[in-house]
């Protein structure tokens, strides 16, 4: 059964922007932690920034300043709004949750995951 589920991924010029949704099942929605990963082919998954169930915000600091993490509670979705996009910015974008104590970017503590969405950034 489905619990997240991503959508918004494409491409995008350097320097543009794009916001990626996950929608989450009611039940992962109230998990403490939701995050996004992103993966390049080849590389190992790397944190982009997690929001807490009470609303702490963390960034890895690649994207610090550029991207934002939001929560719309009436939909049950995360968001990722990227802006000034960069061509290392390309990957498979992943939202993930988990419901333990402490909320950190080590997607070893993540039991939940999306299917991911691809986001291509162009020169």
């Known amino acids: 059964q489905e619990q997240l589920r991503e959508s918004g991924g494409g491409s995008v010029q350097a320097g543009g922007s794009l916001r990626l949704s996950c929608a989450a099942s009611?039940?992962?929605?109230?998990?403490?932690?939701m995050a996004w990963f992103r993966q390049v082919p080849g590389k190992e998954r790397e944190g982009v920034g997690y929001?807490?169930?009470?609303?702490?915000?963390r960034y890895a600091s690649s994207v610090q300043g550029r991207f934002t993490i939001s929560k719309d509670n009436a939909k049950n979705t995360l968001y990722l709004q990227m802006n000034s996009l960069k061509l290392e910015d390309a990957a498979i974008y992943y939202c993930?949750?988990?419901?333990?104590?402490?909320?950190?970017?080590?997607?070893?503590?993540?039991?939940?995951w999306g299917q991911g969405t691809q986001v291509t950034v162009a020169s």
């Open positions: 929001i807490t169930a009470v609303g702490t915000i």
């Open positions: 993930a949750a988990h419901d333990k104590a402490v909320c950190r970017l080590r997607q070893g503590l993540f039991n939940a």
């Open positions: 009611g039940d992962i929605y109230k998990s403490n932690c």
